[in-house]
């Protein structure tokens, strides 16, 4: 059974073109090792930090598919969000599809066209390790669509929502479970005029580190690229950057906050 409250961040990782390559990028950036779980699981490749699952890494099966980060909420009942996805307005991708007694995995993309995962735990029930250096600490949905999405999210997870700023000139949600208002799990963020206008919709996972800056550097040494920061907030430190194949994360240093709050 998983560890996971229904809804809740509980698996990442990273689909690129070349699995070599990821290997190397966060293997230096992150510290992690890895495993590759074989053929029969198309050499899916799952990361480690001090010796606990952090994320995985694998090969795109098709180069149509974009080059990225995605994300997975845990389930008890794939079979159910598959169906609930479709009547709240999204799209289920493929899956759900059972991966021999590891779990069950389904594919799907909200109404504002972000794309994540969900996750049906059987013998790997997720993160091992989490909100430390070199592991995901938290991710935020970025669209345009909010209202569709808004609803889209309460109904597939029964999320409960907590407006962050004015609602207009920044537009923010914290996500918390039905099962536990008290834990916020994510965020949705509005795209707007301070967003370049063709960038997509997406979840932004990120990733904690020790020193932001020690970060960024190694990020540009390993030829991936800074697309914003580092800057200074009040939930850390920050960055967005991408691997040296293009997917984008975050990497946030938690102990440096300017500021007061702490949504993260």
């Not at 699981?41 to 149509?64: C, E, N, Q, V, W």
């Not at 159910?80 to 493929?94: D, K, L, M, P, T």
Request: hydrophobic share 40%; glycine share 14%.
């Amino acid at each position: 059974m998983s560890a996971f409250t229904e809804g809740t961040p509980c698996w990442a990782d990273a689909a690129l073109p070349d699995l070599a390559a990821g290997r190397r990028f966060y293997g230096e950036l992150f510290g992690w090792t890895f495993e590759d779980q074989g053929e029969d699981f198309a050499h899916y490749t799952i990361a480690f930090r001090d010796g606990k699952s952090a994320a995985a890494l694998m090969t795109k099966p098709d180069p149509a598919i974009p080059t990225a980060w995605t994300v997975y909420f845990a389930s008890t009942d794939a079979t159910g969000a598959a169906a609930r996805i479709g009547a709240a307005g999204g799209q289920v991708v493929f899956g759900p599809d059972k991966a021999g007694d590891v779990g069950v995995m389904l594919g799907a993309v909200d109404p504002g066209g972000s794309a994540f995962g969900v996750w049906q735990a059987g013998d790997h029930a997720g993160f091992e390790i989490s909100d430390q250096p070199g592991s995901f600490c938290w991710t935020e949905n970025h669209t345009r669509e909010t209202a569709a999405v808004d609803r889209f999210y309460e109904t597939v997870f029964g999320y409960r929502a907590e407006q962050i700023g004015d609602g207009q000139h920044f537009d923010y949600k914290v996500w918390s479970p039905a099962a536990d208002p008290e834990l916020q799990i994510g965020g949705r963020m509005k795209l707007g005029a301070g967003q370049p206008g063709d960038q997509p919709a997406a979840f932004r996972i990120y990733f904690a580190v020790d020193d932001c800056d020690a970060a960024v550097a190694t990020v540009r040494e390993l030829g991936g690229r800074v697309a914003d920061g580092p800057t200074d907030s009040p939930f850390g430190r920050l960055a967005t950057v991408a691997d040296d194949q293009g997917a984008v994360f975050t990497v946030i240093d938690r102990t440096r906050r300017e500021g007061a709050g702490d949504g993260s």
